[in-house]
């Protein structure tokens, strides 16, 4: 296991275990202050303990070296865990829809006002876990670490829509306690927005969409450095997982033996993979300059 994937692991087991504790928080604050927006957010955050911990089983089974089956390892399956994790997304916000409305048709009194101070308090808490995670998902190259880093910046966001809805109930008191309500279905709304966010790289992803423009660059700058080496020319790229796939054409003088061509592509391939260690492996073409 790389130093990426556990450092991808790990994040994955703080992202559950502060889950877990907000969760707890939301749901105990939202019952006894009468807030549903709150309890709205409690319910997204068991989505998220959820989503983490298949977020975790796929980290893990992505991290399985390959084998006579897949010679090109585990690594998709993590893209489609993401897939999985959307889907409890999408779950989690079409229940706070529905529980939303039976809100808003039925009268009830106004929240608390001390779920304010909590709902400030799981905000920056939030925001915090997303920083951290969308870093070493930026590190490790993790879309499902993404994935779970967005999920703390959707639970933020309807957080602050709980917040804004709770503040105008208290403000102007009678006529507006459905204020809470209206908040829930706007964090929902925020949920479905971010589900596709989170998809949309996903099946790029297993649809080897070409978005790594910048990553070539490199590989081809690293390999014009090589004696030998004249200039390249094909470069495609296939994300598995934490890892990269490359397939690379280089040019050399025609004139050399097969033997020096050969020599040559090794020492780019091993070149390369020493500078960019998130490269798994390298299949090299060595093509004469005409």
């Not at 529980?99 to 905000?123: A, C, R, W």
């Not at 870093?135 to 804004?164: C, G, P, V």
Request: charged share 20%; glycine share 6%; net charge negative.
């Amino acid at each position: 296991m790389s130093s990426n994937q556990k450092k991808a692991i790990t994040t994955i087991y703080l992202s559950i275990v502060g889950n877990l504790g907000l969760a707890i928080i939301k749901g105990i604050t939202g019952y006894f202050g009468n807030s549903y927006a709150l309890i709205a957010d409690a319910i997204e955050s068991t989505s998220d303990i959820f989503s983490s911990i298949l977020v975790l089983f796929g980290l893990k089974y992505a991290t399985k070296p390959a084998d006579e089956d897949h010679p090109y390892g585990h690594g998709r399956a993590e893209p489609l865990i993401t897939f999985l994790i959307v889907g409890f997304l999408l779950v989690s916000a079409t229940v706070i829809v529905f529980q939303s409305i039976q809100h808003i048709l039925t009268p009830h009194g106004s929240p608390e006002s001390y779920t304010l101070v909590v709902l400030g308090v799981i905000i920056l808490v939030k925001e915090i876990f997303y920083r951290i995670i969308i870093k070493k998902s930026s590190e490790t190259k993790s879309s499902a670490l993404k994935a779970d880093a967005w999920h703390h910046r959707s639970d933020a966001l309807t957080s602050i829509a709980a917040f804004i809805g709770i503040s105008i109930a208290l403000i102007f008191g009678e006529g507006y306690e459905t204020a809470d309500d209206w908040a829930a279905l706007v964090a929902a709304g925020f949920i479905y927005y971010n589900s596709y966010l989170i998809f949309r790289p996903a099946l790029g992803e297993i649809m080897d969409e070409h978005v790594h423009e910048d990553l070539i660059i490199k590989i081809r700058q690293i390999a014009k450095k090589v004696d030998g080496v004249i200039d390249t020319e094909k470069c495609f790229i296939r994300k598995t997982g934490m890892t990269f796939w490359v397939d690379l054409h280089l040019i050399v003088d025609g004139n050399l033996t097969v033997k020096k061509g050969h020599e040559i592509a090794h020492n780019v391939k091993d070149k390369i993979r020493a500078e960019l260690p998130e490269i798994a492996e390298i299949l090299m073409h060595v093509e004469p300059n005409d």
